[in-house]
Structures are given as structure tokens and as C-alpha cells.
């Protein structure tokens, strides 16, 4: 690692750093606590899921080993690491590499995986929050190993709207946002046809699990090109109508597109510090709605969003008035005697008055 550093890398995202120590004695992992249940889920031909990793991950040595990583890194105070956490208990295990001088920050799962619902992002974050205290989390709702976000929360044919809402929300958390490749241009999952498979998990699993394919297709940067301007060759999976037609050179030329909406928010974001740093503490809020506040020494900000296919109503914390805020290029809600009237697919921001 000394060596990268010398060489001017800004830091390490370190993969499955929970899984980088097995057992000493190379024991057998047990059974997982249930029976073995044929079913739907891929989870049901894995045999990963069939065993409780007591032995293959989160072993106890790695709080030492991060430990050693953190004294090399704070030799390069500049830099920062983040690590990748995925185990029986995700959160549990992040809030223990985050304590004391260990990981700089840490992700999980829990966000890229599961119903995607405000109410899950609410319950997720919610308990990474309180078992990390002052810790720093990194979030992410998609990477390459899960269905893209737009698909996840919007289905085959979402449209842009929610990609837009999904992506501020996202970037309205308070920790550091990884916004995975194509996320800012709205893709869909990519359907792969199984003789272009790559994935080594998506043919044995087929056609219950078809591999994480769909979401590592190349990054479409030109409509018109054979290969998306991507590559001058063929590239190892197929480039799909449905991402063409998405294609950064399309997007660029258009001020609602997803791109630009992220990019406009991007900007905005950067000029609010309490999006940047602030305290997160939660509002109350229907259950289709994730509501909270985001709090610095400088300004406080109501943050609303509501991925759903309805409008809300949302009251807003009692005893104060808020006033909407723009420039962040959202379509917003209206406020009325300390009712927010959110329309479907929507954020909105306030900041309350004086």
C-alpha cells in the first residue's frame, strides 16, 4: 500500500473487507439456521446461502489488521479508505470497523438490496446512524453487483423522474455518496441475452439468477456509435437500445435530462453545507415519504422526497414555517399552514424561516 500511496492515490476502497481473514484452523462453516428450502430466490441455489459465515468472514483478527491499515494511512493524512461490508449483519459489523482508528468510512448492502420503499431507506439509515454515532458511512442504491436503481425503484420503464428523485435523495444523505457509472444518465438494467452471459454466477444459476450482467454494461457515451464511443472494439457485453437512447451525447443536449438534473444538483448541493456535513435527524412523514432535516452551524434544511407513483401530504415539524427553496431544479410542493402538498415522483427543500 506504501507503495500507491508514494505514488499519489488518494486512498483505497478496500472489497469484502470483512471477508479478507478466514479461520486459522480453515474449519468448515455450519449450516445457515434454517432448513434448506427450495424456492424462488436465487438465495435457494446459491450454496453462499446456505451456510452461516462464521468462519469464511468477519473474523476477529480484522479489527487488528484495519488498525495496521489506518496507522499507514494517517501517515498520508490526505487520503481516506472505505470499505466494502457485507455479513450476516452488516451494520453491526460496519459500526465496528468505524470505531477508533479503523476504516475512514464504510458501506453496506442493506440500501443496494431489498424493497426499494422510502420506508426501507428510512429504517436503514435510521439504524446505521445510531450504531455508527459521529462515524462517517459511505451509501450507495446500486453498484455492479445489483440491479440498477432506476430499474429497482421505477421498474423496466421507469421514467426519468425517478431516477432524478432517487439520485437527490441519495444525495442528500449525510455521509459520502458513491454514484455508480450511469446512474447520473438514469439506465435501466440491462437485459443480457444468456449467450452473451460474462458473469460467472449467471449461467450455473440460470435462469432464477442471470448474473450481474445486466448492470455492468458499458457506459453509453454516444447514440449514434457502434460501440457507444465506449471502445474502439467490441466490447464484452452488448450495448442495448434501451441505453442508446440514453446516451450521454442525448442527454448533454437537453436541460431536463437526467444528466443535467444531476449535474444541476450536484452544483446546488456543493453551495449547502448542511447537505455537505450536517446532522441527519429524521421527520415524521407518511410511510411512502422519506422526510428529514439535515443541520449545520450554518443553515438547517428540510429534505422531502417522494419516489412513489402518488401524491402525499406531508406535515411539516410543528412551531416552525419553512420556505421552499430552489435553484436545486425540482419540480417542489406547496406550502400551506404547515402543510407540505407533495406531488408524485417529487423533492422538495426548505429551510426554515427566520
Known sequence: MRFWLDLGVDGFRLDAINACVCDAELRDNPPAGEPFDPGDSVDDVNPFAMQAHVYSQTRPEITTLLERIRALMDEYPETTTIGEVASDDSIATAAEYLRGRRLHMA??????????????????????????????????????????????WGGPEAPPAVAKVVNAMLLSLRGTICLYQGEELGLPEADVPYECLQDPAGRPFWPKYKGRDGCRTPMPWSSSDIFAKF???????????????????????????????????LAWRKNHPALLGGRLTFVDAPEAVLAFTRASDAETMMCVFNPAGEDAVV??????????????????????????????VSAWFGSPDD
Open 107 to 152: 458501506y453496506t448492502f442493506n440500501l443496494l438490496r431489498g424493497e426499494p420503499t422510502a420506508a426501507r431507506v428510512r429504517d436503514v439509515v435510521g439504524r446505521m446512524e445510531a450504531a455508527i454515532g459521529d462515524g462517517w458511512p459511505c451509501w450507495s442504491l446500486s453498484n455492479h453487483d445489483v440491479v440498477r436503481a432506476a430499474t429497482q
Open 231 to 265: 471502445s474502439s472494439a467490441e466490447p464484452w457485453l452488448p450495448i442495448g437500445d434501451e441505453h442508446r437512447r440514453r446516451a450521454v451525447d442525448l442527454q448533454d443536449a437537453h436541460p431536463g435530462s437526467t444528466l443535467n438534473a444531476t449535474r444541476r444538483f
Open 315 to 344: 406535515p411539516l415539524p410543528g412551531g416552525t414555517s419553512w420556505t421552499s427553496l430552489d435553484g436545486h431544479g425540482f419540480r417542489g410542493g406547496r406550502v400551506a399552514d404547515g402543510i407540505l402538498s407533495l406531488p408524485s
